[in-house]
């Protein structure tokens, strides 16, 4: 046999079915796809290549498809948003949205046979969903104030937007990284804060100085999965801006062309990493490069606490403001995406921003305006100055939509906050993120209090339960929380949640502060 003939036989079954067909190929099938329904399609096409095009398969909800989008930076536009609101609306109870710890969107109860359609009304506002799932670059994350906040570094917009219109050929597709070996995740950050979690990212650029020139230092390898979770390293590498889209090619090259593909469970980048060596991995780059690497500059320019940006803030621009709504766990429905578009119109300058932590911006309110704004009723739910714990909460999607979740996560997210924040009086924010599964989409590990889904018996039951997380710090000195507990049932959870409250975040019982008032 030969080694190509070895391979072959020993591809699993992802690496078949991108050498089959590559995925991107569906693209040009979406009308046949429409016109035989989903229920006719071939099984590999419905439950992976679509994902190419951003649309997902729902074992939880047949038939009932979720489309992720990509908004390079969290930007979209109020038009692009009044878009995906119509598209949720056209499907009555089964559609929503989600913002995801990607600074993205989600959307809810899609139908192939509308497909046509969406993506006839995606193009003339510049929508795209393309190569945002499988083995391709996930939403290229970005400093939510960008070009807003007088003390940035860099405005990260167009370095983000320039990354995703290389790797996705400007929205239409490009096939030279549409078979990647595995997930890939690129952030870039401009700020003081971190914002973008650069330590989880495959490939981060983090704001740094050298001989007095702005530049990014380079992070890599940063990841979560099941089985194992690693914060990304330094590559002893800074670049200048005008580099970073090269970088980003070069080691999508890299990984691509030699990125480990037989076991999915050992395919990340850091896989690779450790597989020929971190020096190597840099010569690897600086090949496909075609020059050197410049070694890190000294210091980074991280050192501030991250900012959640919930609330009314001063832009950099004279008169300007931007506006943080908490919108809890993320979940949008038809008409607040009406409502945000139209408030972004009508008050600001019609564009609006997510954050990685499932909320929104609203940018450009002039100061004349921010009173009428500030009494606007959505306010009331997505609150600019919610309660401490809702404040900080994230949640990943969870067993309504995904089959891969042990538990159901965003409701009972809701719920146990609002018991807790009935139970405890809180002086600053404690963030506490809950995942479905290890997958860890929902990074607890960058928690305060993270929880994650697991299935324990009690009385002779199996029950839905959580791992808990802690020691999770973002910002400067950012690094990854552990397991401290495992296996608490979610019925038994709240007192638990409640002493950890009282004995790590000064949190105190409200009986006891009326008492001592
Ligand atoms: Fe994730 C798979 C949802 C951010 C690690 N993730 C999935 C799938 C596609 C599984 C599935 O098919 O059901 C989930 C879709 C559920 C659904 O219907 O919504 C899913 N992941 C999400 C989102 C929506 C969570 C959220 O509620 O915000 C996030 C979408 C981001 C985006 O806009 O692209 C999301 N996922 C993450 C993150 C966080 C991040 O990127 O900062 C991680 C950990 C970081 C990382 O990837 O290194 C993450 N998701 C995973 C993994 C584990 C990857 C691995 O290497 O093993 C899987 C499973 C897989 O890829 O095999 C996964
Ligand atoms: Fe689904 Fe698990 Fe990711 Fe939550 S963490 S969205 S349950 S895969």
Not at 148 to 172: C, K, V, Y
Not at 186 to 196: E, K, L, Q, V
Not at 463 to 484: F, P, R, T
């Amino acid at each position: 046999m030969t080694d190509i003939e070895t391979t072959k036989t020993t591809l699993n079954k992802f690496e078949k079915l991108k050498a089959e067909k590559d995925g991107l190929a569906v693209k040009a099938e979406l009308d046949q796809f429409a016109s035989i329904g989903w229920e006719a399609m071939d099984e590999t096409d419905r439950e992976h290549r679509l994902k190419w095009m951003g649309v997902f398969f729902r074992p939880v909800t047949p038939g009932k498809f979720m489309m992720r989008m990509r908004l390079a930076n969290g930007i979209i536009t109020s038009a692009q948003m009044r878009v995906l609101g119509e598209v949720v609306q056209s499907y009555g109870d089964d559609g929503n949205a989600d913002i995801t710890t990607r600074q993205n969107i989600q959307l809810r109860g899609v139908r192939v046979e509308d497909l046509p359609d969406i993506f006839n009304k995606f193009q003339p506002v510049g929508l795209t969903s393309v190569q945002s799932g499988m083995d391709n670059v996930r939403n290229i994350t970005g400093d939510p104030a960008a070009g807003l906040d007088a003390d940035e570094l860099f405005d990260t917009r167009e370095l983000a937007q320039q990354i995703q219109d290389m790797i996705t050929n400007r929205g239409e597709g490009n096939p030279e990284f549409t078979n990647l070996p595995r997930k890939f995740n690129i952030a870039i950050s401009g700020g003081r804060d971190n914002s973008i979690h650069a330590e989880i990212n495959d490939l981060a650029f983090i704001p740094a100085y050298k001989n007095d020139t702005f530049g990014f230092n380079v992070l890599v390898g940063g990841f979560f999965s099941a089985k194992r979770c690693d914060a990304a390293i330094p590559l002893n590498a800074w670049v200048s801006p005008e580099d970073v889209v090269g970088v980003c090619r070069a080691v999508l090259e890299v990984f691509r062309d030699q990125g480990p593909r037989a076991n999915r469970q050992k395919s990340r980048l850091m896989w690779l990493i450790d597989e020929i060596g971190l020096d190597q991995f840099r010569l690897e780059v600086e090949n496909k490069l075609g020059k050197t690497l410049q070694s890190a500059a000294e210091k980074d320019e991280i050192d501030w606490e991250k900012r959640d940006h919930i609330g009314v803030y001063r832009q950099k621009q004279q008169g300007l403001n931007y506006i943080g709504l908490n919108i809890p766990v993320g979940r949008l429905y038809a008409q607040d995406m009406f409502e945000l578009a139209r408030m972004a119109e009508v008050y600001g300058s019609g564009e609006i921003r997510l954050t990685l932590e499932q909320n929104v911006i609203i940018p450009n309110i002039p100061d004349s305006r921010l009173e009428a704004l500030l009494a606007e009723p959505l306010l009331e739910r997505f609150s600019i100055n919610p309660d401490s714990l809702t404040r900080g909460l994230v949640s990943c999607t969870g067993a309504q939509f995904c089959n891969f979740a042990l538990i159901e996560t965003k409701n009972r997210a809701l719920a146990m906050i609002k018991a807790l924040e009935a139970e405890l009086q809180l002086t600053h924010p404690v963030r506490i993120h809950w995942t479905g599964c290890p997958n860890s989409c929902g990074q607890p590990q960058v928690a305060d209090i993270g929880l994650m889904g697991t299935k324990v018996r009690k009385n002779g039951k199996t029950l839905e339960g959580a791992d808990i997380y802690m020691g999770g710090k973002v910002g400067k000195d950012a690094h990854l929380g552990s397991c401290v507990t495992k296996g608490i049932p979610c019925e038994d959870l709240q007192p638990v949640l409640r002493d950890l409250l009282i004995e790590y975040f000064g949190a105190k019982p409200k009986q006891e502060v009326l008492v001592s008032i």
